[in-house]
């Protein structure tokens, strides 16, 4: 039944039809809320999209779930999809401009000296046991907050006594996280490698976290949770302005169209809140958290082959190297599909991140060249999607804390305004900036509601 906006209370409005907001939106549809869906783009999914290219569908956003990822799973198991294994074979390395081929992630060991290897392995081991006392021992972390703002970096100049350990330390760090260990407090490292980032096995294991794709691409689960919720979900609009009442909101759209509802639930990544113009306004911290919270700035890069030739060589498609455009790379074929994928990240802020889409395309085939070999057959389509540039996102993988921000304003980044609410990967208290976190948050908010 289509809910005439303009003249029912609803119970709810929630604005932005990504896996928080659906999730959200389904859990109070199925306790028999009236729910309406806002989402700006003409498209559900926020950061997961698929591309089909040559009848491929491509992944642009999200991809990776893993075991641990338990509602993800049951998401997938309940839309009866599939996942895909990460590729076998051997993984290139490129370490001081010459490469390796290596089956398992021994292959640090064959570039760092026995010193080194020793320095890189007490100080991942460090790393982790800090992130679990973190976990375990609240009191503690309470205590040694200020300390823990500093930057990775920092904490890594100071407990890796080698250069070459510290570099890949920083290289790990970098692309496990999509943002510079320069970047990072030292509490939001520690905090996502509780979420499941496992460092160690960034290079061997594709991405990190043992994880695996949905055959099909994992926007499949929004397609299905927004088909459910049909009319619900309306899609091309722009929630512009929320007005908090004694009885309700008022949420206005682009158009200048109203919706009224009991309640709101906000799913945008933090950055993007402030644009929208509350009355009430929200209070003073709110605003300055959106400043303070950037999000990353990755390029996500896909080259299609007609084939999977590297598989015929022995290869994983796996890449990672010290140097370059690119510096990690994977196989993201289809499970039965006769094409070749592989995927990459460029850094947005970089040099080539800023050039043209045609040159991002050289860099990736140049990048691939030198990895791979030459010889291969060429690729027949490129495909990037810059999302620090999409309006509706700002950013990715996700947002990340600046020294500081988690400490002072994190725990209270959940509660809600009033009749206000927020949630959204970045909201987790648990797998924050994963999809994980962003369902997990979802279903948070909506059981809050109904309670
Ligand atoms: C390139 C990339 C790779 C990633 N890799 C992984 C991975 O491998 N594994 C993993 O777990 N996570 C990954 N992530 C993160 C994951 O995709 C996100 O954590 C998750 O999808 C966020 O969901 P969300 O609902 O919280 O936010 P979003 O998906 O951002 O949803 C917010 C929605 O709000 C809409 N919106 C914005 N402004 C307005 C407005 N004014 N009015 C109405 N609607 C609006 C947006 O269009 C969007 O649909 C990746 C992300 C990216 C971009």
Redesign the pocket.
């Known amino acids: 039944m289509l809910v005439d906006l303009e003249v029912a209370m609803l119970d709810c409005v929630v ?8 999730c959200a939106a389904t859990k109070l549809t199925e306790a028999g809320r009236d729910v309406v869906v ?4 003409d498209r ?5 999209e698929n591309v089909v290219v040559e009848g491929v569908p491509l992944e ?6 893993s075991p641990q ?1 338990e509602r ?1 799973c049951e998401l997938v198991d309940r839309f009866g999809l599939t996942c895909v294994d990460p590729t076998d074979g051997e993984i290139v390395v490129r370490v001081g401009g010459s490469s390796r081929k290596v089956p398992t992630s021994n292959e640090i060991e064959e570039h760092l000296s026995p010193f080194e290897m020793a320095d890189l392995g007490q100080g991942l081991l460090r790393f982790r046991r800090l992130a679990e006392r973190v976990v375990k021992d609240a009191a503690w972390a309470d205590a040694n907050s200020k300390w823990l703002d500093q930057e990775v970096s920092t904490w890594a100049a100071t407990n890796l006594r080698t250069p070459g350990a510290r570099e890949w330390f920083a290289n790990v760090y970098d692309s496990a996280m ?1 943002v510079s260990a320069a970047e990072s407090t030292l509490l939001e490292g520690l905090q996502r490698v509780n979420n499941g980032v496992d460092m160690e096995s960034l290079i061997a294991v594709n ?1 990190g976290v043992k ?1 695996q794709r949905v055959a099909g691409g994992v926007v499949q689960v929004c397609d299905r949770l927004a088909e459910a919720l049909g009319e619900a979900v309306r899609l091309g ?4 302005a929320i007005e908090q009442g004694s009885e309700g909101v008022t949420v206005t759209l682009a158009d200048g169209s109203t919706v009224e509802a009991r309640e709101v639930i906000i ?3 933090p950055r ?1 809140v402030s ?2 113009a509350f009355t009430p306004l929200l209070p003073g911290w709110r605003s300055e958290l959106a400043e303070k919270v950037p999000a990353g700035n ?1 390029i ?1 890069a896909a080259l299609v082959f007609e084939s999977p030739w590297w598989r015929r060589a022995g290869l994983s498609g796996q890449l990672g190297s010290d140097e370059g455009a690119m510096r990690v790379i994977f196989d993201n074929s289809g499970p039965v599909d006769k094409h070749g994928v592989l995927m990459g ?1 460029f850094e947005g802020d970089s040099s080539i991140g800023k050039r043209s889409q045609f040159l991002r395309q050289r860099a990736m085939e140049e990048t691939i060249k030198t990895a791979f070999g030459a010889g291969h057959p060429a690729a027949i389509a490129y495909v990037d ?1 810059d ?1 620090y540039r999409e309006e ?2 700002g950013g ?3 947002a990340h804390f600046a020294p500081g921000v988690w400490t002072t304003s994190g725990p209270a980044l959940a509660a809600a305004e009033g009749r206000v609410h927020f ?4 909201y987790a208290s648990k ?1 924050n ?6 369902v997990r ?2 279903e948070q908010v909506a059981e809050q509601l109904l309670a």
């Open positions: 604005v932005g039809a990504g896996l928080a907001g659906l806002l989402e700006a783009r559900v999914g926020g950061r997961l642009m956003g999200g991809q990776w779930i990822h993800m999509g991405g994880q609009a722009v929630v512009t799913t945008l990544p993007l644009r929208i990755v996500k990240f999607r999302w509706y996102t990715c993988h996700g949630a959204g990967a970045e797998y900036g994963y999809m994980e976190g962003a948050s979802g």
